[in-house]
């Protein structure tokens, strides 16, 4: 008889130090991953997906308990179980001084996969992920996309009973990530794969068939996605105020009891209750104003998530605001003002002569697939590198020209950690405090406000390596805010954290809006993305189309999609690009800022 299970777990339990502190990853977790489908392992940060992963994979031996892997001991029989999974981690060992043909041939290696059936297996798996025309290219050159479909390829060249993937999508684009589900689901469908994948995006736990739900080393929840939403009906609801009412309305109830969730979608705002009520009781009892249209809406999955973590988060204290000084000037005035950048690396330019406008308190987005150009334009702006040509100012100056004092008005938190990894979060804080010219009373109360804030007591003496990411996220953007700029530069500010972690972010993010700070951010996620008062959205170094989250979703309106999400606009438009933009110059007459 067939067992039943690829994975179980019966009262698994694994402690281990970090520092000075005890770690209890698992509580004595119980449960039973089902073949030929794929499963996910939903949580916020710390609840326990990569420890127990790695369990899985026979890189870690638990503390108490019994777990079963393809009816192997991981712990005891690790090496016939490599010969029979895939395992993918969050940062997957590509050595980027090789090519791509390099590293598929290095992993064929190490996984003893015969020489003689390399050629057609190389072949299947460069087609599957569009790397075939990139086979000579150094990994190191590939955009974050293309790494991980190459990481992912490598984890497949011996197909794997099972394989185990590790947030794959983490800081990658949209399209890429939907190439890389139609990949995984391949698999599945072709061969028979049984596939553990863990995720931060809550609508691919909508892809799965079904869901571990997992939150501080204990399961919350085991079925199919839509077995946690159904529940929900009658509790979500969506509210369409006057557009420029939208994020205070936002902030009001995200801070009010009675709320599980108060999501900004565009124009409009999700709500979801405590309690199942009708559109009339909501207005009563939220004090909706009366130019505040109330519509009832079907549950989501995230819905579900939010509702059942809040649940198990009741007794936590609600997180201070993001207090900042108003910044004094007219909303209308423009504080970003790029026209005609370039940038050029040999013959290749990164940035094409792109030209937009950011005004005072507006939240602005920069979006783009991975390699669009985002990351060298935010790098230009905030004067880390000179463009070839054409002009940038903030606050009217050209930060690459002029003196620290105009560089005092602005913040920036980089994509990838880049605080001292060595110093403890407080030595951090210390440290950027006195770069930004802080001291005396103001210098011990900005620390203070920002360990508060960003609930960083508990890791005040930890080592930043040592924090975990959303931590990590909430120091940088605390050194980033230390002296109160005017301007603030967001590269990725969520990448890879959960979405309770994301929410508190914006909440910050628009209380410093809403006091006139004018913020730049670029996201891969794109429900992200209608935070922003507008946007621009890019491909190898051109815009293709600007404005508002609502305008920019109904010029891609079709009979297909006659009300589209912002994924299915970033889509499209990257798809009409890729079919027609790069015959021409990429660049939509009318529509660039």
């Not at 609600?318 to 909303?331: K, T």
């Not at 060595?422 to 203070?448: H, K, M, P, V, W």
Request: hydrophobic share 40%; with cysteine; net charge neutral.
């Amino acid at each position: 008889m067939a067992d039943p299970y690829v994975i179980e777990a019966k009262g698994l339990k694994i402690s281990f130090q970090v520092g000075r502190r005890s770690i209890r990853a698992l509580k004595g977790i119980s449960l039973g991953v089902r073949p030929g489908i794929v499963t996910g392992l939903i949580g916020p940060d710390g609840a326990g997906k990569t420890t127990f992963m790695r369990l899985c994979a026979g890189l870690m031996a638990p503390t108490a308990g019994e777990l079963k892997v393809l009816g192997l001991d991981p712990a005891r029989q690790e090496d016939r179980l490599h010969q029979l999974i895939g395992y993918m981690p969050q940062r997957f060992g590509l050595y980027e001084d090789l090519t791509v043909q390099e590293n598929l041939d290095l992993y064929a290696d190490l996984q003893g996969y015969p020489l003689e059936k390399r050629p057609e297996r190389y072949g299947r798996l460069m087609e599957m992920t569009g790397l075939a025309r990139f086979t000579g290219r150094l990994a190191g050159r590939l955009s974050g996309g293309m790494k991980q479909k190459l990481g992912l390829a490598c984890s497949l060249i011996r197909p794997p009973r099972l394989l185990i993937l590790d947030e794959p999508t983490v800081g990658v684009d949209p399209v890429s990530r939907r190439e890389l589900w139609q990949i995984i689901y391949n698999q599945v469908e072709e061969l028979g794969m049984s596939v553990l994948v863990s995720t931060a995006y809550l609508d691919e736990a909508e892809r799965c068939q079904e869901v571990i739900l997992i939150h501080e080393g204990r399961i919350l929840g085991i079925g199919e996605p839509d077995s946690f939403s159904r529940p929900l009906a009658g509790y979500c609801f969506m509210l369409t105020p006057p557009l420029e009412k939208r994020r205070a309305l936002q902030l009001r109830l995200s801070a009010m009891d009675g709320v599980v969730d108060a999501l900004i979608l565009g124009a409009r705002v999700r709500l979801v209750t405590q309690e199942r009520m009708g559109p009339e009781e909501v207005r009563r009892v939220f004090e909706i104003p009366d130019d505040v249209s109330i519509e009832q809406v079907p549950p989501r999955f995230e819905d579900a998530f939010m509702s059942l973590l809040r649940a198990q988060m009741a007794e936590a204290p609600r997180v201070s605001e993001a207090r900042h000084r108003r910044v004094a000037g007219p909303r209308d005035q423009v504080v970003i003002r790029v026209k005609d950048l370039k940038r050029r690396f040999g013959e290749f330019y990164a940035v094409s002569g792109i030209s937009f406008e950011v005004r005072r308190g507006e939240i602005f987005g920069l979006l783009g697939a991975n390699g669009a150009g985002k990351s060298t334009t935010f790098r230009m702006l905030c004067g880390l590198l000179p463009p070839t040509s054409g002009t940038v100012e903030v606050a009217g100056a050209d930060l690459g020209r002029s003196g620290p004092e105009a560089r005092k008005g602005v913040g920036y938190m980089a994509q990838k950690f880049s605080l001292y990894e060595d110093l403890t979060s407080l030595q951090n804080l210390e440290f950027f405090s006195r770069a930004y010219g802080l001291d005396g009373e103001r210098r011990r109360e900005q620390i203070a406000w920002a360990m508060e804030t960003f609930e960083l007591n508990k890791m005040a003496g930890i080592r930043s390596r040592n924090l975990p990411l959303g931590y990590k996220q909430r120091l940088q953007l605390a050194a980033a805010l230390m002296h109160e700029p005017d301007v603030l530069f967001l590269d990725e500010p969520t990448s890879g954290v959960d979405p309770i972690t994301r929410r508190e972010f914006w909440r910050h993010i628009n209380m410093l809006a809403e006091a006139g700070v004018t913020i730049m951010v670029t996201t891969h996620f794109l429900e992200e993305a209608e935070y922003c008062d507008r946007m621009v959205i890019m491909a190898d170094g051109k815009i293709l189309d600007s404005g508002s989250p609502e305008e920019i979703k109904a010029r891609c309106a079709d009979e297909r999609h006659p009300f589209p999400t912002m994924e299915d606009a970033f889509i499209r438009l990257i798809e009409e690009y890729q079919g027609t933009g790069r015959k021409e110059d990429g660049h939509r007459e009318g529509r660039a800022a």
